[in-house]
């Protein structure tokens, strides 16, 4: 079994935090691997915290909706196992806990899940909700994003299309919207940016770049703005795509006015 530690980006709540947010397994299929949390009790008395699986999905603007474990196919949760998923701290301390993936044979496909974190709180009896035991409550959670994908699956491929002006009367700037398509089987990082080319002169003119994460076989929708200090006249508009090194740019154009 290959045990990876990561020294990733924290996050804390109100009296806890988690490190690393981000855990990226690279597990071949047949193997497992095993990453640590780092879970610290910021408060002033012993706390009790527990770990569990949940899954999520992304929409086209890039909101993020929680579900219940083992909920989408894409998800690794069953593939995964946390030791121990329910800890006591003493204040100001901290406890490692491990989360192992053990991928099935012949699974070659990129997962994704959710490990939520939570702070157990004691309850009265007069504020007990349905369902959860007497004199113990939950408090607000720590997510924490679990990404499978083994090094021998190179299948990055991505697209853009559907560039369109979508400003409104009374904008400062020319507002424009572009779909980006992931259509390979690696969640990937891309950037997007607009580059406006005049007609007359060949004067090329970039605006800001916009970077993003991308899930396998899902789409995205950017929205980019043009800068306002282009000369009047005409021009070519591209969005273009950059999303691995070992790509080629991807782009699609239109043609628009500075009057």
Request: proline share 5%; net charge negative.
């Given at each position: 079994?290959?045990?990876?530690?990561?020294?990733?980006?924290?996050?804390?709540?109100?009296?806890?935090?988690?490190?690393?947010?981000?855990?990226?397994?690279?597990?071949?299929?047949?193997?497992?691997?095993?990453?640590?949390?780092?879970?610290?009790?910021?408060?002033?008395?012993?706390?009790?915290?527990?770990?569990?699986?949940?899954?999520?999905?992304?929409?086209?603007?890039?909101?993020?909706?929680?579900l219940?474990?083992?909920?989408?196919?894409?998800?690794?949760?069953?593939?995964?196992?946390?030791?121990?998923s329910?800890?006591?701290?003493?204040?100001?301390?901290?406890?490692?806990?491990?989360?192992?993936?053990?991928?099935?044979?012949?699974?070659?496909?990129?997962?994704?899940?959710?490990?939520?974190?939570?702070?157990?709180k004691?309850?009265?009896?007069?504020?007990?909700?349905?369902?959860?035991?007497?004199?113990?409550?939950?408090?607000?959670?720590?997510?924490?994003?679990?990404?499978?994908?083994?090094k021998?699956n190179?299948?990055?491929?991505?697209?853009?299309?559907?560039?369109?002006?979508?400003?409104?009367?009374?904008?400062?700037?020319?507002?424009f919207?572009?779909?980006?398509?992931?259509?390979?089987?690696?969640?990937?990082?891309?950037?997007?940016?607009?580059?406006?080319?005049?007609?007359?002169?060949?004067?090329?003119?970039?605006?800001?770049?916009?970077?993003?994460?991308?899930?396998?076989?899902?789409?995205?929708?950017?929205?980019?703005?043009?800068?306002?200090?282009?000369?009047?006249?005409?021009y070519?508009?591209?969005?273009?795509?950059?999303?691995?090194?070992?790509?080629?740019?991807?782009?699609t154009?239109?043609?628009i006015?500075?009057?």
């Open positions: 079994m290959l045990i990876l530690v990561l020294a990733g980006t924290k996050l804390f709540s109100q009296d806890f935090e988690v490190s690393p947010v981000k855990l990226y397994f690279s597990a071949e299929p047949g193997e497992s691997q095993t990453i640590n949390l780092t879970v610290k009790n910021h408060g002033n008395k012993p706390e009790t915290f527990i770990l569990s699986l949940g899954d999520f999905l992304i929409d086209n603007k890039g909101t993020k909706e929680m219940d474990a083992n909920s989408t196919k894409n998800s690794c949760a069953n593939w995964l196992s946390i030791n121990p329910f800890v006591e701290i003493n204040p100001n301390e901290s406890k490692l806990v491990g989360v192992t993936i053990m991928v099935p044979n012949g699974d070659y496909s990129t997962r994704w899940s959710q490990i939520f974190v939570r702070q157990v004691e309850r009265t009896s007069f504020t007990v909700d349905e369902g959860i035991s007497a004199g113990i409550g939950v408090s607000p959670r720590i997510a924490v994003t679990v990404f499978q994908s083994p021998s190179s299948n990055y491929n991505a697209q853009i299309n559907r560039l369109k002006e979508i400003s409104q009367p009374g904008d400062s700037l020319r507002k919207s572009v779909n980006v398509e992931n259509i390979g089987d690696k969640i990937t990082q891309c950037k997007v940016y607009l580059i406006a080319a005049s007609l007359e002169s060949a004067e090329e003119f970039p605006a800001d770049t916009v970077i993003l994460d991308t899930y396998p076989n899902s789409s995205r929708t950017i929205f980019l703005e043009l800068p306002n200090f282009l000369p009047k006249g005409k070519s508009l591209s969005a273009i795509l950059d999303y691995s090194n070992a790509k080629t740019l991807e782009g154009q239109m043609m006015e500075v009057e």
